[in-house]
């Protein structure tokens, strides 16, 4: 029911900024340890859909691992990048599905957790707020990035 640990509009701002970019410029890489502006769309899908899964596993299976996702090889990997639309249909579906599972939480149910491989225990309630804040931290570099390509 603390529906304040999570803003289901969060990404508001993220599709603003996003929305103003010249197609151009999304895919340029840098350098080659640097994410392309597609490579954060890209990681940023990834995140989100794993917060679905790694909500409701904590929630609801017996024994919940929560397996790590390696982002530096998910990125190098030669997957596809998601068209525009494509990420922001499914970011935005997994956010209010998200906002509405908050919504039926009780206090027990935020205090759950999974297991992480790599970072250990984990709660219902820490997983939405580590989902709140993400997309904080690739806004800046999306700034950052988009600061280099057109300097
Ligand atoms: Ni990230």
């Given at each position: 029911m603390e529906l304040s640990l999570y803003d289901?509009?969060?990404?508001?701002?993220?599709?603003?900024?996003?929305?103003?970019?010249?197609p151009a410029h999304l895919d340029v890489i840098q350098a080659p340890?640097?994410?392309?502006?597609?490579?954060?769309?890209?990681?940023?899908?990834?995140?989100?859909?794993?917060?679905?899964?790694?909500?409701r596993s904590a929630l609801y299976d017996l024994s919940?691992?929560?397996?790590?996702?390696?982002?530096?090889?998910?990125?190098?990997?030669?997957?596809?990048?998601?068209?525009h639309a494509h990420?922001?249909?499914?970011?935005?579906?997994?956010?209010?599905a998200?906002?509405?599972?908050?919504?039926?939480?009780d206090a027990a149910a935020l205090e759950r957790t999974g297991m992480h491989?790599?970072?250990?225990?984990v709660s219902v309630r820490q997983l939405f707020q580590i989902y709140d804040d993400h997309v904080g931290t690739h806004l800046w570099q999306v700034h950052r990035l988009l600061a280099n390509i057109t300097s």
């Open positions: 289901r509009h969060r990404f508001d701002e993220f599709w603003t900024v996003i929305d103003g970019i010249d340890e640097i994410w392309s502006i597609a490579d954060v769309i890209d990681h940023l899908v990834d995140a989100e859909t794993q917060s679905y899964v790694r909500l919940s691992i929560i397996p790590n996702h390696d982002e530096n090889r998910w990125q190098a990997s030669t997957r596809p990048h998601y068209s990420a922001r249909s499914l970011i935005d579906g997994i956010r209010q998200n906002h509405d599972l908050l919504a039926t939480l491989t790599t970072a250990g225990p």
